[in-house]
């Protein structure tokens, strides 16, 4: 009997890092902005609460090479962001069965999807707040859906206040997808041959310097009209930097493994609990959202 126990437990050891990589592969495939924002990430253990100092670098000019003469050398200045790491979000679920948790992928991604779905959408909801830090660029007009018009405007915006042309997203509301797909310039191939994706797989695509993504966490106030915040934005206006957790010492009896990749980092810890009589997994992710150039955004309003 205590031989079987032990096999099972040595089973179990593997679970973790199961977890943290379908984990993941999660993040990566269903977030929205936080793939695409600034992420900041190193090595380095935190603990909620902590500070973590990014840099933001100005002060470059083109200057003309006189012949004969030395190269002159700019007074880089880097600017300091303080992001605080204020954001300890987690799941904990029970698994009871451990042989069918390895036997069954369906099981072990319908647990992984269920519960690492609420963090993926409170980091995208906490990245999406960072809105109300936008005053500089606006364009649209609440309770009336969006048109090439918006687009269009918001590129102007971001081109004014000198956001770099690659690296541009625009994120927006279901509403305002299903508008722009009743567009004939979002699924003609008269206008785009490649519209026709559009048409098939309701893909928007890129379109006038964004490359736009839909997403069921945009900011939404008021009534009567409702305002829906969407958000066009260079990369570098917002930053994402998570830290890894600090893992449970040697006889604690937890089991824990750590994971990061594309600037998010997971821990995953189990261990069993006697009175439940199962393995307790909790997924859990410290990281901070902070706006870095707010001229680099631009909210559109419908």
């Known amino acids: 009997m205590a031989t079987g126990n032990l096999r099972k437990a040595d089973v179990a050891d593997g679970i973790p890092v199961i977890i943290a990589n379908a984990t993941l592969e999660y993040f990566k495939n269903n977030t929205v902005l936080a793939r695409l924002v600034r992420r900041d990430y190193d090595n380095e253990v935190a603990q909620a609460g902590d500070t973590v100092t990014i840099t933001k670098l100005t002060g470059l000019t083109v200057q003309n090479k006189a012949a004969g003469s030395d190269y002159a050398l700019d007074q880089l200045a880097t600017d300091k962001v303080d992001v605080t790491l204020d954001k300890?979000?987690?799941?904990?679920?029970?698994?009871?069965?451990?042989?069918?948790?390895?036997?069954?992928?369906?099981?072990?991604?319908?647990?992984?999807?269920?519960?690492?779905?609420k963090i993926a959408e409170q980091m995208d909801a906490d990245l999406m707040a960072l809105r109300s830090d936008v005053t500089t660029n606006s364009v649209g007009s609440?309770?009336?859906?969006?048109?090439?018009?918006?687009?269009?405007?918001?590129?102007?915006?971001?081109?004014?206040?000198?956001?770099?042309?690659?690296?541009?997203?625009?994120?927006?509301?279901?509403?305002?997808?299903?508008?722009?797909?009743?567009?004939?310039?979002?699924?003609?191939?008269?206008?785009?041959?490649?519209?026709?994706?559009?048409?098939?797989?309701?893909?928007?695509?890129?379109?006038?310097?964004?490359?736009?993504?839909?997403?069921?966490?945009?900011?939404?106030?008021?009534?009567?009209?409702?305002?829906?915040?969407?958000?066009?934005?260079?990369?570098?206006?917002?930053?994402?930097?998570?830290?890894?957790?600090?893992?449970?010492?040697?006889?604690?009896?937890?089991?824990?493994?750590?994971a990061n990749a594309d600037g998010v980092g997971l821990r995953v810890m189990m261990s069993y609990q006697h009175a439940k009589g199962g393995w307790m997994v909790t997924v859990d992710v410290l990281y901070g959202v902070k706006t870095v150039r707010e001229e680099l955004a631009c909210t559109i309003l419908t």
Not at 90 to 109: G, M, N, R, T
Not at 184 to 208: H, M, P
Request: overall charge negative; hydrophobic content about 40%.
């Open 142 to 258: 609440a309770g009336v859906d969006m048109d090439a018009d918006d687009l269009v405007d918001a590129r102007k915006k971001l081109t004014t206040s000198k956001a770099p042309m690659a690296n541009r997203y625009a994120v927006i509301s279901a509403k305002d997808a299903a508008a722009l797909l009743k567009l004939e310039k979002f699924t003609s191939s008269n206008w785009n041959a490649e519209n026709g994706q559009a048409l098939v797989e309701a893909n928007l695509g890129r379109r006038y310097g964004f490359d736009l993504f839909e997403c069921q966490g945009v900011a939404e106030s008021g009534t009567s009209p409702l305002s829906t915040w969407n958000m066009a934005f260079h990369k570098n206006a917002f930053a994402l930097v998570t830290r890894p957790l600090g893992l449970p010492g040697d006889g604690s009896g937890v089991r824990a493994y750590y």
């Open 88 to 117: 300890h979000k987690y799941v904990s679920f029970l698994i009871e069965d451990v042989a069918k948790f390895l036997a069954k992928p369906d099981y072990q991604q319908a647990l992984i999807d269920e519960g690492v779905a």
